[in-house]
């Protein structure tokens, strides 16, 4: 195998990178209001699939509330888990695509590249955590609600997979911001709809390579696990578990 | 017999293949020329040439925003309000701002949906408008742009130092 | 979007059907420049302004990010002592109300008859002139029904009103009517008290929705958050009393199902246990006035009729007496009932022998402050209020109805025939900006702007820790030809002219909306001038103070006789509860002409865009019912019709049904979706508040025919979206 220089550098390259993004989802906090959903929908164009789509289970979120029943009445027990793309440092979305839309930045952000993507799917498939999903037609929008579109985020048009982008415009603009004053991003300067939105403040984001930041010290938690750890993805996202009798 | 039918079939298939393949060609070439004609002709060759105006005295937000922005007819009005002469353009110009109604210019510098372009941080990072857009102070009329590929922001993207990950342009 | 390799997989697709591109993409081909440069506005960079959430009555502040005169996006203001920058799900899906398909886009006059849904256009002018000829015919017979409004728009429609000698009722579903009124009878005030959750280490809810819908929910969410992990070394435990697992009880550590209307029992049953171990803060002279409600009924009995074990019941009195800040809240539907004000005196009477009034980590009522604008709050009417209503309208001392954003046709039971005011109503006016059930059988139509589009504020004086008053403003210019709701009103004034158009002398509400705000701007010993501080006051969203001394509150002693609830039909035809509940994101209703809402999936049983019937597993057993069935609910009054969700977290002699759907008409992402559980319910009443007593009547479920799936996010073996993480045991 020849050892190709422009690679070496191209991997020193990424690995210089500043920043890397992660979340901390803490369970105990989180009451399942859904206040995340709307705010993901309303800043990331999501489209609305409507009725008949949506029993096709083609509803797109690209974060959910998914709901455990645990026990029988009257010992019952509901618990709620968040699920957005998981952002894995090993994500096995990535080396599936055959067209290299699905790929790793040099932040540790799991990217989809819109104009690439040809919509194989493949990287849906491989997802564990069925966090991308398809577009199987244009969007459409009752004149005027597109008058809402938020111009910083394509509108996707059918046959292309998404996903959950960290807002990946927020984290641009955070950063902008920062570079133009010569200094770093500060902790909480950047916060995706969700963070932004969430009442009990159960979802956290930052930046793991600042040691101070929030995202950092969180995610040494006992409390601390990745979903479904045995796969070795490595998710950016680290739960905090829910304290329970 | 059937020899025929499938020939008259293959036939009208790959001529629909062929439509589809033209049509595919055709798109991005669909904007005519005649799209470019402007409400008014302006000569950025007069106004940044000769009269030698910067670049950001209209085009006033490109250093703080995405877009650099077209001029209000008020700023239009601030120097031509004292010019006696009168083209005809001038006089459109002095329709628009009688009946108070913005100038519908046509867009002539475009960039998909999907790609994010930022003005602000291109000047921070010390570029002139004229890397990117030409001499535009010898141009008589207002030229479509040459289509910005990504093969094209790549290279100087490459010779800077800029960043070449996806995520920093396309959105 | 001109995207290469899908394009191509497209044409090749489509040509040989010989069709075209569909045309979805919309390419911006033009620039449009401003006329006149506004010095705030830089084309691509964003603004926000501040204004306030109208989506429920907490009244949120909200930052709305506005680009080149569009609203993009609703966050919560981070300074604002309400909600700490936090938002609800409905309140960011308010965007889809201002932008909304279905808007009214101008006044309209009925044509052919009443609710047939046929108007035609008319102008303002033509629509202003008829309503004020209808004002002079019925002089002296107006009466107006609005959602509940404070401020500047509550004192002046309060004004309007009493100048026509009209009659004015708030109303709200969810208004907790029964709690004002226990409030009332235990601590003297109808103000709602600041549940101090953030600083409690112990929660014993009574039913409280505070996590979906409840008084000010994302008040309490922040509150929430802090209360289980905002502290070092504390940990707040949290225990629900309430027949169906909520989503609020989904979280709390422990739920305890108990037979629907007796969670006064289970309270007096607490606080015999803390009075018989010695566990009060009573002084020895109140205890033996405790001793007498409380020691009524038997502890044995009370563990019976409630179905709570007498264990849980003193574990639960341990419980709030080790702790070292409990606090109990009480409402929502354990206040549905026929009993609530009694149950809801019971609960009151707990937290004084906890001792959590006024204590931090308590209920605090904050001294009563100037307001900006006049407190002319006429109060919540409740349900028997609007009865009286009707009985006028009946008698022909009320000829003129107005309606503003309030759906009474919608959201009170049909039993409760109030119907018959839009019957024998000569004339309805109705400012809704949308064609809402009760809209439908409008006369005439003047529709008000968006709350994006309008001027107005907010008063504070239920349940936050200090008095705030927000205020409104437009965000975004007007999008069709509407008028704010207050303009209409001094139009109006100004055209009868007299009493009214002296008490009314300014020319648009925002006039009249800065006249209140300056005497109190300015009375505040500010030097510097009124249209600075305004201008400070629109950036920051409204005015509040950091600290505020607490008004000390003088609990009466509970002199109660517990009531069992009162049941309507009898329980061998109709075996089951009915028990409806506000839906998360559509609420009452109001929230589903919202696409976002409708497709947001209910958390618990992941249902959207329609209603279903929830089930205790075993009840669906015994009558042979499985999940997707479609089942007949019936009731003394009506029936409904949907198919049936099993639903572990549901006491077995229930049934539960989402409220917010089954609209008639509320535009094309609403009417004709789902069903609309008002229909069950009998005239049922809590006798001390007048309130209705939503849980207070019973049904039965038999299978019907048919069946369609309910969309869910969950779906078994199709897209298995859920469970697939189950493995992951770590939660």
Redesign the interface.
């Given at each position: 195998m020849s050892q190709d220089p422009q690679a070496t550098d191209e991997y020193s390259k990424q690995a210089a990178s500043p920043y890397k993004w992660e979340m901390v989802v803490d369970l105990d906090r989180c009451s399942g209001c859904e206040a995340c959903v709307v705010a993901c929908h309303a800043e990331n164009n999501i489209r609305i699939s409507g009725e008949e789509e949506a029993a096709e289970g083609r509803a797109i979120n690209w974060i959910r509330i998914e709901r455990y029943w645990e026990g029988d009445y009257p010992d019952v027990k509901v618990k709620f888990l968040p699920v957005m793309c998981q952002h894995c440092d090993d994500a096995p979305c990535e080396p599936v695509c055959p067209v290299y839309a699905s790929y790793h930045t040099p932040e540790g952000l799991n990217a989809q590249v819109y104009n690439r993507c040809i919509g194989v799917r493949y990287c849906g498939n491989n997802c564990p955590y069925v966090a991308r999903q398809f577009n199987w037609f244009d969007p459409h929008w009752d004149e005027p609600l597109a008058e809402q579109l938020n111009p910083d985020v394509s509108v996707r048009s059918g046959g292309v997979m998404e996903k959950c982008t960290f807002c990946v415009q927020r984290i641009r603009s955070g950063k902008e911001a920062a570079h133009k004053e010569g200094r770093r991003v500060r902790d909480g300067e950047i916060t995706p709809a969700c963070v932004q939105s969430c009442p009990t403040s159960a979802l956290i984001f930052g930046d793991r390579n600042d040691p101070d930041s929030r995202v950092s010290h969180l995610k040494k938690s006992r409390r601390g696990f990745h979903l479904m750890e045995s796969l070795g993805t490595h998710p950016a996202v680290t739960y905090l578990r829910r304290l329970s009798e | 017999m059937f020899g025929n039918i499938k020939g008259v079939i293959l036939a009208l298939l790959a001529g629909s293949v062929a439509t589809g393949i033209g049509a595919l060609y055709s798109i991005g070439s669909a904007d005519l020329p005649v799209q470019d004609q402007q409400p008014l002709r302006f000569s950025h060759r007069l106004h940044a040439g000769i009269l030698n105006i910067q670049c950001q005295f209209c085009h006033r937000y490109a250093t703080q925003s995405p877009v650099a922005g077209v001029p209000s007819v008020a700023l239009c009005q601030t120097c031509h309000e004292s010019l006696s002469e009168a083209t005809p353009d001038m006089k459109r110009l002095q329709i628009y701002w009688k009946d108070k109604r913005p100038i519908p210019w046509i867009r002539l510098q475009r960039l998909p949906d999907h790609v994010y372009f930022t003005h602000e941080m291109h000047l921070f990072a010390g570029l002139s408008c004229t890397s990117c857009h030409g001499k535009v102070d010898r141009m008589s009329g207002t030229p479509r742009a040459p289509t910005y590929e990504m093969g094209w922001c790549l290279t100087c993207h490459e010779q800077t130092g800029a960043s070449q990950d996806c995520w920093t342009c396309h959105k | 979007?001109?995207?290469?390799?899908?394009?191509?997989?497209?044409?090749?697709g489509?040509?040989?059907a010989g069709s075209s591109l569909?045309g979805?993409?919309?390419e911006?081909?033009?620039?449009?420049?401003?006329?006149?440069?506004d010095g705030d506005i830089?084309?691509?960079?964003a603004n926000w302004y501040a204004t306030t959430c109208q989506e429920c009555e907490a009244g949120c502040g909200t930052i709305v990010r506005v680009?080149e005169g569009?609203?993009?996006?609703?966050?919560?203001n981070p300074t604002h002592p309400v909600?700490e920058?936090?938002?609800?799900?409905r309140g960011?899906?308010a965007?889809?109300g201002?932008?909304?398909?279905d808007r009214l886009q101008g006044p309209l006059r009925r044509e052919g008859k009443r609710g047939q849904g046929q108007f035609r256009p008319i102008t303002w002018e033509e629509g202003l002139s008829e309503w004020v000829e209808q004002i002079r015919t019925h002089a002296g017979k107006s009466a107006m029904v609005t959602r509940p409004v404070t401020g500047t728009l509550a004192s002046l429609l309060t004004t309007m009103m009493d100048s026509l000698s009209g009659r004015l009722v708030m109303y709200e579903s969810t208004g907790e009517q029964t709690l004002r009124t226990a409030n009332y009878l235990s601590y003297g005030t109808r103000t709602l008290p600041h549940y101090d959750l953030a600083n409690a280490d112990y929660l014993l809810s009574f039913g409280t929705p505070f996590?979906?819908h409840w008084l000010s929910?994302?008040s309490f969410?922040?509150a929430?958050?802090k209360f289980?992990?905002g502290r070092p070394m504390v940990?707040g435990r949290f225990i629900q009393v309430e027949p169906r697992?909520s989503?609020?009880a989904?979280?709390a550590?422990?739920?305890?199902?108990l037979r629907p209307g007796t969670e006064g029992l289970l309270a007096m049953g607490i606080g015999q246990v803390l009075l018989r171990d010695g566990l009060t803060n009573l002084s020895s002279s109140h205890q033996a006035s405790f001793h007498r409600t409380f020691s009524a009924i038997s502890l044995q009995t009370i563990s019976a009729d409630t179905e709570v074990s007498q264990e849980a019941i003193t574990q639960i009195a341990h419980e709030l007496s080790s702790a070292s800040a409990p606090l109990i809240m009480g409402g929502g539907p354990a206040a549905a009932q026929t009993n609530g004000t009694t149950t809801l005196i019971l609960i009151n009477a707990l937290n004084v022998m906890i001792g959590a009034i006024g204590r931090r980590g308590g209920l605090q009522w904050m001294e009563p402050q100037d307001s900006p604008v006049d407190l002319a709050n006429p109060g919540l009417a409740s349900e028997r209020t609007l009865m009286d209503l009707a009985l006028e309208f009946e008698q022909g001392s009320r000829a003129l109805l107005h309606l503003y954003r309030a759906d009474p046709l919608f959201t009170l039971p049909p039993s409760l025939k109030f119907e018959r005011v839009f019957d024998h109503a000569q004339f309805i006016v109705s400012f809704s900006p949308f064609l809402d059930d009760s809209t439908l059988m409008a006369d005439l139509i003047l529709p008000d702007h968006d709350p994006l589009e309008s001027w107005g504020d907010h008063v504070h004086h239920d349940t936050t820790s200090v008095p705030a008053w927000s205020v409104s403003q437009p965000v975004v210019r007007a999008?069709y030809d509407t008028k704010p709701i207050g303009d209409v009103w001094l139009d109006v004034a100004h055209r009868l002219g007299g009493a009214l158009g002296e008490r009314a002398p300014w020319n648009t509400f925002h006039d009249l909306l800065k006249s209140r705000w300056q005497t109190v701007l300015t009375k505040h010993d500010s030097p510097r001038s009124f249209e600075t501080r305004w201008k400070e006051t629109l950036q920051e969203g409204g005015v509040w103070p950091s600290t505020i001394p607490h008004h000390q509150i003088s609990p009466a002693m509970p002199s109660v006789t517990y009531k069992p609830p009162q049941f309507l039909g009898n329980s061998s035809d109709y075996p089951l509860y009915c028990y409806p509940y506000p839906s998360?994101?559509l609420h009452d209703g109001r929230g589903a002409n919202r696409?976002?809402?409708?497709?947001?999936?209910d958390?618990?049983t992941?249902g959207?865009?329609?209603s279903w019937i929830e089930l205790?597993?075993?009840t669906a057993q015994g009558l042979g019912i499985h999940p997707g069935d479609r089942v007949r609910v019936t009731s003394d009054y009506g029936s409904i019709d949907a198919s049936v969700m099993v639903f572990?977290?549901?006491?077995?002699d229930m049934i539960a049904v989402p409220m917010g759907q089954g609209h008639r008409a509320y535009g094309?992402y609403a009417k004709g979706?789902g069903v609309n559980p008002m229909v069950l319910l009998g005239p049922n009443y809590d006798e001390q508040s007048g309130s209705l007593a939503t849980g207070g009547t019973r049904v039965r479920v038999e299978r019907i025919k048919g069946g369609s799936?309910?969309?869910m996010?969950?779906?078994s073996g199709?897209?298995?979206?859920?469970g697939?993480?189950?493995?992951?045991g770590?939660?």
């Amino acid at each position: 195998m020849s050892q190709d220089p422009q690679a070496t550098d191209e991997y020193s390259k990424q690995a210089a990178s500043p920043y890397k993004w992660e979340m901390v989802v803490d369970l105990d906090r989180c009451s399942g209001c859904e206040a995340c959903v709307v705010a993901c929908h309303a800043e990331n164009n999501i489209r609305i699939s409507g009725e008949e789509e949506a029993a096709e289970g083609r509803a797109i979120n690209w974060i959910r509330i998914e709901r455990y029943w645990e026990g029988d009445y009257p010992d019952v027990k509901v618990k709620f888990l968040p699920v957005m793309c998981q952002h894995c440092d090993d994500a096995p979305c990535e080396p599936v695509c055959p067209v290299y839309a699905s790929y790793h930045t040099p932040e540790g952000l799991n990217a989809q590249v819109y104009n690439r993507c040809i919509g194989v799917r493949y990287c849906g498939n491989n997802c564990p955590y069925v966090a991308r999903q398809f577009n199987w037609f244009d969007p459409h929008w009752d004149e005027p609600l597109a008058e809402q579109l938020n111009p910083d985020v394509s509108v996707r048009s059918g046959g292309v997979m998404e996903k959950c982008t960290f807002c990946v415009q927020r984290i641009r603009s955070g950063k902008e911001a920062a570079h133009k004053e010569g200094r770093r991003v500060r902790d909480g300067e950047i916060t995706p709809a969700c963070v932004q939105s969430c009442p009990t403040s159960a979802l956290i984001f930052g930046d793991r390579n600042d040691p101070d930041s929030r995202v950092s010290h969180l995610k040494k938690s006992r409390r601390g696990f990745h979903l479904m750890e045995s796969l070795g993805t490595h998710p950016a996202v680290t739960y905090l578990r829910r304290l329970s009798e | 017999m059937f020899g025929n039918i499938k020939g008259v079939i293959l036939a009208l298939l790959a001529g629909s293949v062929a439509t589809g393949i033209g049509a595919l060609y055709s798109i991005g070439s669909a904007d005519l020329p005649v799209q470019d004609q402007q409400p008014l002709r302006f000569s950025h060759r007069l106004h940044a040439g000769i009269l030698n105006i910067q670049c950001q005295f209209c085009h006033r937000y490109a250093t703080q925003s995405p877009v650099a922005g077209v001029p209000s007819v008020a700023l239009c009005q601030t120097c031509h309000e004292s010019l006696s002469e009168a083209t005809p353009d001038m006089k459109r110009l002095q329709i628009y701002w009688k009946d108070k109604r913005p100038i519908p210019w046509i867009r002539l510098q475009r960039l998909p949906d999907h790609v994010y372009f930022t003005h602000e941080m291109h000047l921070f990072a010390g570029l002139s408008c004229t890397s990117c857009h030409g001499k535009v102070d010898r141009m008589s009329g207002t030229p479509r742009a040459p289509t910005y590929e990504m093969g094209w922001c790549l290279t100087c993207h490459e010779q800077t130092g800029a960043s070449q990950d996806c995520w920093t342009c396309h959105k | 979007m001109d995207l290469y390799r899908r394009t191509l997989f497209k044409i090749l697709g489509l040509t040989a059907a010989g069709s075209s591109l569909p045309g979805c993409e919309r390419e911006v081909h033009n620039l449009v420049p401003y006329l006149l440069p506004d010095g705030d506005i830089v084309p691509g960079v964003a603004n926000w302004y501040a204004t306030t959430c109208q989506e429920c009555e907490a009244g949120c502040g909200t930052i709305v990010r506005v680009m080149e005169g569009r609203a993009k996006k609703i966050e919560g203001n981070p300074t604002h002592p309400v909600n700490e920058g936090k938002l609800c799900a409905r309140g960011q899906a308010a965007l889809q109300g201002l932008y909304n398909p279905d808007r009214l886009q101008g006044p309209l006059r009925r044509e052919g008859k009443r609710g047939q849904g046929q108007f035609r256009p008319i102008t303002w002018e033509e629509g202003l002139s008829e309503w004020v000829e209808q004002i002079r015919t019925h002089a002296g017979k107006s009466a107006m029904v609005t959602r509940p409004v404070t401020g500047t728009l509550a004192s002046l429609l309060t004004t309007m009103m009493d100048s026509l000698s009209g009659r004015l009722v708030m109303y709200e579903s969810t208004g907790e009517q029964t709690l004002r009124t226990a409030n009332y009878l235990s601590y003297g005030t109808r103000t709602l008290p600041h549940y101090d959750l953030a600083n409690a280490d112990y929660l014993l809810s009574f039913g409280t929705p505070f996590l979906e819908h409840w008084l000010s929910p994302v008040s309490f969410g922040v509150a929430y958050g802090k209360f289980r992990q905002g502290r070092p070394m504390v940990r707040g435990r949290f225990i629900q009393v309430e027949p169906r697992l909520s989503l609020t009880a989904s979280n709390a550590d422990r739920w305890i199902p108990l037979r629907p209307g007796t969670e006064g029992l289970l309270a007096m049953g607490i606080g015999q246990v803390l009075l018989r171990d010695g566990l009060t803060n009573l002084s020895s002279s109140h205890q033996a006035s405790f001793h007498r409600t409380f020691s009524a009924i038997s502890l044995q009995t009370i563990s019976a009729d409630t179905e709570v074990s007498q264990e849980a019941i003193t574990q639960i009195a341990h419980e709030l007496s080790s702790a070292s800040a409990p606090l109990i809240m009480g409402g929502g539907p354990a206040a549905a009932q026929t009993n609530g004000t009694t149950t809801l005196i019971l609960i009151n009477a707990l937290n004084v022998m906890i001792g959590a009034i006024g204590r931090r980590g308590g209920l605090q009522w904050m001294e009563p402050q100037d307001s900006p604008v006049d407190l002319a709050n006429p109060g919540l009417a409740s349900e028997r209020t609007l009865m009286d209503l009707a009985l006028e309208f009946e008698q022909g001392s009320r000829a003129l109805l107005h309606l503003y954003r309030a759906d009474p046709l919608f959201t009170l039971p049909p039993s409760l025939k109030f119907e018959r005011v839009f019957d024998h109503a000569q004339f309805i006016v109705s400012f809704s900006p949308f064609l809402d059930d009760s809209t439908l059988m409008a006369d005439l139509i003047l529709p008000d702007h968006d709350p994006l589009e309008s001027w107005g504020d907010h008063v504070h004086h239920d349940t936050t820790s200090v008095p705030a008053w927000s205020v409104s403003q437009p965000v975004v210019r007007a999008l069709y030809d509407t008028k704010p709701i207050g303009d209409v009103w001094l139009d109006v004034a100004h055209r009868l002219g007299g009493a009214l158009g002296e008490r009314a002398p300014w020319n648009t509400f925002h006039d009249l909306l800065k006249s209140r705000w300056q005497t109190v701007l300015t009375k505040h010993d500010s030097p510097r001038s009124f249209e600075t501080r305004w201008k400070e006051t629109l950036q920051e969203g409204g005015v509040w103070p950091s600290t505020i001394p607490h008004h000390q509150i003088s609990p009466a002693m509970p002199s109660v006789t517990y009531k069992p609830p009162q049941f309507l039909g009898n329980s061998s035809d109709y075996p089951l509860y009915c028990y409806p509940y506000p839906s998360l994101g559509l609420h009452d209703g109001r929230g589903a002409n919202r696409p976002w809402l409708q497709e947001l999936p209910d958390p618990l049983t992941t249902g959207m865009w329609g209603s279903w019937i929830e089930l205790n597993p075993t009840t669906a057993q015994g009558l042979g019912i499985h999940p997707g069935d479609r089942v007949r609910v019936t009731s003394d009054y009506g029936s409904i019709d949907a198919s049936v969700m099993v639903f572990p977290g549901l006491h077995p002699d229930m049934i539960a049904v989402p409220m917010g759907q089954g609209h008639r008409a509320y535009g094309r992402y609403a009417k004709g979706r789902g069903v609309n559980p008002m229909v069950l319910l009998g005239p049922n009443y809590d006798e001390q508040s007048g309130s209705l007593a939503t849980g207070g009547t019973r049904v039965r479920v038999e299978r019907i025919k048919g069946g369609s799936q309910l969309p869910m996010l969950e779906q078994s073996g199709k897209n298995p979206v859920l469970g697939r993480l189950q493995e992951t045991g770590g939660l």
